[in-house]
C-alpha cells in the first residue's frame, strides 16, 4: 500500500529564514509521481510541482526547491527567505501510475512565518 | 485552460437535512473525478473518485454518496446529515501528467 508520511506536524520560523518541508514515502510501484500542494488559509489547494520516479533531479523554482533522493524515499520541499504569504499548510502526495486511481496524500505541515 | 466550479462556497444544514454538493468542470473531457472531505485543522480524506459517466468508486463507508450524471458534473449527495458530515469538500480532477486540481471547495457546518 502507498503512504506519505510528512513527520512535521508544524512549523514556525522567522521571516526570511530558509525552511525546509520533510516528506518520506512509500510505495511498491517503480513508477510514481510525487507532487507537493499549499493550501493558504483560503483553503483551496494549489498544485505547486510534480516529480516522476525517473526524475531525480532538483528543482528550483524562485525561492521554492524540490529536493527528490529514491535512495530514501523522501521529496522534501525548501522554500528559501521565507515570506508572510509562505505560511499555509503544505501537502506532499504519492500517485501510482494508473491514472490516479491510487492518490494519497500526507497529512499536511502547517508552515506560519512570523514578521 | 481548464477551470473547476464547486457550489455553494458555504452551506449551514441541521442534523437530518439532505445535502447536494455539485462540482463542474470546463475545459477538458472524460476527466477522472475526486471528492475529498477535510475536518478542521485535518488532512486530506478521499470519499469518491470516478473515471467515467455513472462510474463511482467509493474509499469510506459513510452516509454519502456521489453522482456523475454528465461527463464534467459530480455531485455529492446525502439523504441526512450528521455532525460528524461538518467539513471542507473538495472537488478535484486529474490533470494529463497526474496532478489533481482543486476547486475552492465547500465549507459544510452540520448543526
Known amino acids: 500500500a502507498q503512504k506519505v508520511t510528512q513527520a512535521q506536524t508544524e512549523i514556525s520560523v522567522v521571516e526570511k529564514e530558509d525552511v525546509t518541508l520533510d516528506c518520506v514515502y512509500e510505495t511498491r510501484d517503480t513508477t510514481y509521481y510525487l507532487f507537493w500542494y499549499k493550501q493558504p488559509p483560503s483553503g483551496e489547494l494549489v498544485f505547486l510541482i510534480r516529480r516522476n520516479s525517473f526524475d531525480e533531479q532538483n528543482e528550483i523554482s524562485g525561492r521554492y526547491s524540490w529536493n527528490f533522493q529514491k535512495s530514501t524515499s523522501s521529496f522534501n520541499f525548501t522554500i528559501t527567505a521565507s515570506q508572510v504569504v509562505d505560511s499555509a499548510v503544505y501537502f506532499c502526495a504519492l500517485s501510482d501510475p494508473f491514472y490516479g486511481q491510487n492518490f494519497v496524500f500526507g497529512p499536511g505541515t502547517r508552515l506560519s512565518v512570523l514578521p | ?111
Request: one cysteine or more; charged letters at 10%; hydrophobic letters at 35%.
Open chain 2, 1 to 111: 485552460s481548464q477551470t473547476i466550479h464547486q457550489w455553494p462556497a458555504t452551506l449551514v444544514q441541521p442534523v437530518g437535512s439532505p445535502l447536494s454538493l455539485e462540482c463542474t468542470v470546463e475545459g477538458t473531457s472524460n476527466p477522472n473525478l475526486y471528492w475529498y472531505r477535510q475536518a478542521a485543522g485535518r488532512g486530506l480524506q478521499l470519499l469518491f473518485y470516478s473515471v467515467g459517466i455513472g462510474q463511482i468508486s467509493s474509499e469510506v463507508p459513510q452516509n454519502l454518496s456521489a453522482s456523475r450524471p454528465q461527463d464534467r458534473q459530480f455531485i455529492l449527495s446525502s439523504k441526512k446529515l450528521l455532525l460528524s458530515d461538518s467539513g471542507f469538500y473538495l472537488c478535484a480532477w486529474i490533470g494529463h501528467s497526474y496532478e489533481q486540481y482543486f476547486g475552492p471547495g465547500t465549507r459544510l457546518t452540520v448543526t
